[in-house]
């Protein structure tokens, strides 16, 4: 409407102006001019208008669309996610159809599994606690060896204080180990000392009353103070101990033998022998066979027993031994030189006394038996003067 009035007003005053009226037409040309910039700026106001409401329709559009897809999007996912566990519920029903005991029985697994794990870190835990302890005990077991074997050379090499100084750091080291005990026993009868050697063995009767070593021990003990029958009634208890103690076997064997009884002494050596080859056993054997004239099974078992004492060498360092039957295998063939050049030998390889005794005595048995007695005395005189 105002416009409208605008434009009529623009058609008819040109119309009434007169020229007496100049004044007044000035002052309306004025007022038409303010009225065209009114024009004007109400123009440009209701494009702005039209503008803002088409950019508030662009943008309430504009979000109605981004509101739009993210309800599609929302949409589509709660779609997957009920698909995905639908799937998974089929899974599980196709997979055994765990029920609520099943799942139960999982529980209690992996509770089992977990005590198991809280048990066994809380034994690492002891073992890391024990570690000194342990490396304790390998520290002292290895002493123990060391003194032992230190020992048990010296006993075999005649040396028997030095042999007692090593079997007491045993004790020192192992109050209970009787095998020390036993060494000691036998050094100090080695050197005659029968009193305190009978106070070790029954010393080891103290710590283990069915020791079979400290029987054989004491048998040894009486044997060397010549009383045999004390001897022989140690040496079956020390058997009745230990039936297959092969040492007491040999013994008993050695004991009988010297006093004649030499069925019943061959009988304890095969018994031996049965339960274990050693050059020892099949000498005793060897022996027996020569003194009953059976020369073939004399000479078998003497080759049987050179060849097992050479196997021995390294496992018991007796290479002495194998010279001493030598030694005597060729004195009994009559071989006198090569018979003394075999115990010169055994007697470099160890200078201890009872190896020596031990082939004296066999060959003092043999004297016993043998018609020609000439080449047994002249071994046990080379023997004992040597």
Known sequence: MSKFILLISFILIPIFLSPQDNKESQEKSVMSKDAHSILTLQSQIDSLEYIITKAKDQALNQEIEFAKQHIERANRIIDWSAMFFTAIAILIVIAGGIGL???????????DIEDNLNRTKEELQKIKESKSEILENINRFIEINYFYNEGKQAYQAGRYLNAREMMYKVIDLQPTNVKAYFYIGRSLTQEKNYEEANSIFNEILSIDTNSAL???????????????????????????????????????????????????????HFQALRIEKVARTCTLIGLIYYVKDDFINSERYFEEADYLAKQQIIKVNRVHWAHYIQGLIKGLENKMEDSKYHFKKAMEFNQSWPPRRDMINHLKFLLKYVKDKENINMMIRFLENE
């Open 214 to 268: 400290a029987y054989l021990g004491l048998a040894i003990l009486y044997s060397d103070m010549n009383d045999k029958e004390q001897a022989e009634k140690y040496c079956r208890l020390s058997i009745d101990k230990d039936p297959k103690y092969t040492s007491a076997l040999d013994f008993i064997g050695t004991l009988l033998r010297d006093l004649g009884k030499i069925d019943e002494a061959v009988k304890y």
């Open 101 to 111: 005991k099943q799942f139960s029985n999982l529980r209690q697994m992996e509770k």
